[in-house]
């Protein structure tokens, strides 16, 4: 059954608001539209290519302006209580149905994909959480100032997704949306003021490389980004050193599988895959898997589906691209299906299949933006698994199968953000969603998503600001090591040779050096330990990642009772923890056997904790179920401080592995026994031997190694404002999940009991990931 042809649109609406605004739109600012003078504008225009009206291109004293309101737009709102707060989401809810038909009108005019009752449905759900923070999140209190900063292709349901759930949590918000977003964004701002919203609790600054500068404000507590992965490095980057914490949501040009198993319903899989990859403006790419016992017939039903099929509009200059990687997967042997030949023209392309296409072709690897649709064959589950997580993102997958067990396997086994069965982006505010891989470091939706935008109660401002150090980045960790020279002069009180643990062994570093460990005070030599290098890195990660894999798979009762067994190794080994304490800190007997205490204590916490902390069904207003699902990270690597070494330590490997990770750590650089007493706990538990490796060494080389590994994950770095700002900038490309701290962190943060302290180190470990089972 074929499409009926679409209405014919109106923007009437639309025109008369740009006339009320001599299409001109200037920045939004303090609750009210300001024209600055003096300054450049960019010119929007339609699907037609005419323009239609002009944004202000802000400079420095616009942000500064903007950065003022909204601080006291923070005190304002954030002085509310929760009903207040949630009584105004509501009645926006109410305005934008009022002027639904502007909404509309402005996102069909520029070619940006929002329905207004999405929007609703987002300010319905937060509203609720706005209402309940105080009640179901207690212990956490808002940030400050948000920045929202969004691609020129993000959608505006992108960019109310991420400014809702600051605002329901009591932040103030700065918006610099995309171009083309830019007009419906500031209608919306200006009917939040109208639903009775204070004014500077949000603003909004358009122009071009805005948000880097708006980021670098000491205003701004907070940076969240959404589009396209470049666009978000080079804010990471931009904001390297500068003590703000960025998360991105790589959303836009992501690869993504679409898998056919024979077990499927093959009509409505083709008809599927033709509306996904065809039918919808793309966000994403999608690759067509398709089990080789049913190729010929969705490859078959692929042909009468797309007879007919018009040629689509290509993007100025794409059609170079798009001809470019046709042609090398011909090369390599694939076959193309579609509806008609490609015409001369360089602005319209025929819908088109390409059968037969390599993992490692062009069209795959790196796909043209152009009505493309490679497809790929597997044999066995296991092979669409991998191809499917072939791929370097991993925000979403549509499996297509009447075998639910085989469907939820799946499921599992894919890493990205979002799997929909038997259907397609199919989205609901209350399902979160992490960006896998280089898909992002941010999780948007759901309960989950709203501790981006928290903080908690008893702890300072999160990552005091601070300027970036003038810092090379291409030597930074390289300095050579301190050469040891060995003093014989007495064998009897020959200092101790401490090991490290890599691969589940104790062992010296590969480099053969050492670095001496001093007492406290400086005067007394202790022993000696490995100066670990980049090749102890190498070999932590790989048996790290051998183990992984299965211990993941541990049953939650499994794991927990593996933690309880490090537990009490740990306290039969009390009284040798305490003395080394003592002797390499030189604090008291009695300030030692409490760290050591509460080291046993907060394991066993991990422990109780491993089955209570994890996902389950989601309330989603449609017929179906979905699942939410807490995904660990992988291989974490963790930078130690030197403030309680022991219970740092052990605060920072419970959450770790008791979520499913496998742990790299560096231990204090100027407290590193006490760590490495930790290795005659571990090797006395159960735990399998490499989840957990300690190297010791210069904490700059041994950071340099973990950021430059790309299968390490995330890093957790309590160190040098040098050694932060140079993860902010390294770890952006492949993206990692980020914990940068000062070399302390917070007076009395580890000797913290409460469970909001422990439920941020548990939720910094996992990555969330949302599955859709529609039942109708």
């Known amino acids: 059954m074929e499409y009926g042809p679409t209405a014919s649109s109106s923007t009437a609406t639309a025109q008369a608001w740009l006339d009320h605004h001599s299409r001109s739109l200037g920045l939004f600012i303090n609750g009210k539209f300001v024209l600055p003078a003096n300054r450049q504008s960019r010119s929007l225009v339609d699907s037609k290519g005419d323009t239609v009206c002009s944004t202000v291109c802000a400079i420095e004293d616009d942000v500064l302006q903007c950065a003022t309101s909204s601080v006291s737009g923070f005190k304002s709102w954030s002085g509310l209580n929760c009903r207040q707060r949630a009584k105004v989401l509501l009645r926006l809810a109410d305005v934008l149905g009022q002027h639904a038909a502007c909404v509309s009108e402005l996102c069909s005019l520029f070619e940006v994909q929002c329905s207004p009752a999405s929007v609703v449905r987002l300010l319905q759900y937060y509203s609720s959480w706005a209402q309940l923070r105080d009640t179901l999140l207690a212990g956490w209190t808002p940030l400050g100032v948000v920045h929202v900063v969004c691609s020129d292709e993000c959608s505006l349901y992108c960019i109310m997704a991420k400014v809702l759930p600051a605002l329901a949590m009591g932040n103030s918000v700065i918006i610099v949306p995309g171009h083309n977003a830019a007009p419906s964004t500031l209608l919306l701002a200006q009917l939040f003021i109208a639903a009775g919203l204070p004014a500077g609790a949000l603003n909004i600054i358009t122009g071009s490389d805005i948000g880097a500068k708006v980021a670098q404000n000491p205003s701004i507590s907070y940076v969240t980004y959404s589009g396209n992965k470049q666009d978000g490095v080079n804010l990471c980057k931009a904001t390297a050193g500068f003590g703000v914490p960025v998360s991105v949501s790589a959303s836009i040009g992501a690869t993504c599988p679409f898998i056919i198993f024979d077990t499927a319903d093959i009509d409505s899989a083709v008809d599927g895959v033709i509306e996904a990859a065809f039918k919808k403006k793309k966000e994403v ?69 390409i059968c037969g296409a390599a993992p490692s072709s062009p069209c795959v690897v790196s796909p043209a933006p152009g009505p493309l649709l490679p497809l790929m064959t597997f044999r066995v589950n296991s092979e669409a698994v991998t191809v499917g997580n072939h791929s370097p993102h991993g925000m979403a997958a549509s499996i297509w199968t009447e075998d639910l067990t085989l469907a939820l396997e799946t499921a599992k086994s894919l890493f990205v953000g979002c799997v929909w069965v038997n259907s397609h982006s199919f989205s609901d505010p209350c399902m979160p969603v992490s960006g896998h891989k280089d898909s992002g470091t941010c999780t948007d939706g759901g309960q989950e998503g709203l501790y981006h935008f928290l903080r908690l109660s008893s702890s300072k401002m999160p990552n005091p600001r601070s300027s970036p150090v003038s810092l090379d980045y291409a030597k930074f960790g390289v300095a050579a090591s301190t050469i040891i020279i060995p003093d014989d002069s007495d064998p009897a009180c020959s200092p101790k040779m401490y090991q490290q643990l890599v691969g589940g062994k104790t062992c010296k570093s590969v480099s053969g050096g050492s670095v001496s460990v001093l007492s406290a005070d400086g005067a007394k030599l202790l022993g000696y330990c490995p100066d670990g290098s980049r090749k102890d890195v190498r070999n932590a990660v790989e048996a790290a990642t051998k183990v992984q894999s299965g211990w993941v798979k541990k049953s939650l009762s499994a794991r927990s009772q593996l933690l309880y067994s490090l537990a009490k190794s740990l306290e039969a080994k009390k009284k040798d923890f305490v003395a080394c304490l003592c002797a390499q800190t030189s604090v008291s007997a009695e300030a030692a056997g409490s760290e050591v205490e509460l080291s046993v204590t907060r394991l066993s916490d991990w422990a109780a904790l491993c089955d209570k902390m994890h996902g389950g069904s989601l309330p989603v207003p449609h017929s179906g179920t979905a699942l939410s699902l807490a995904d660990p990270l992988g291989v974490i690597g963790i930078v130690l401080p030197d403030r309680s ?34 290795i005659q706990a571990l090797q006395c538990s159960a735990l399998p031997p490499g989840l957990v490796s300690i190297i010791t060494g210069s904490k700059d080389q041994l950071t340099v190694a973990l950021a430059n590994h790309s299968v390490i994950k995330g890093i957790w770095y309590w160190g040098s404002a040098e050694g932060c700002q140079y993860l902010q900038d390294t770890c952006s490309s492949p993206l990692k999940t980020l914990v940068c701290q000062g070399d302390d962190g917070e007076e009395g943060e580890w000797a913290r009991c409460d469970l909001a302290f422990l439920e941020r180190q548990w939720r910094r470990a996992v990555q969330w990931k949302s599955v859709w089972l529609p039942t109708a």
């Open 285 to 353: 790419h999608w690759v067509l898997l398709v089990q080789e016992s049913v190729v010929n017939n969705v490859v078959a039903r692929l042909k009468l589906r797309m007879t007919g099929m018009k040629s689509v509009p290509l993007a100025s200059g794409a059609r170079v691209l798009v001809d470019a990687v046709v042609q090398a997967a011909q090369q390599e042997g694939a076959t193309l299906i579609h509806p008609c030949e490609p015409v001369s023209s360089d602005a319209l392309y025929p819908p088109t299949v």
């Open 645 to 678: 070494p022991l219970l740092s330590a052990v605060t920072l490997l419970g959450a770790a592995i008791a979520t499913g990770n496998a742990v790299i750590m560096v231990p204090s650089q100027k407290y590193p026994l006490p760590t490495l007493m930790l």
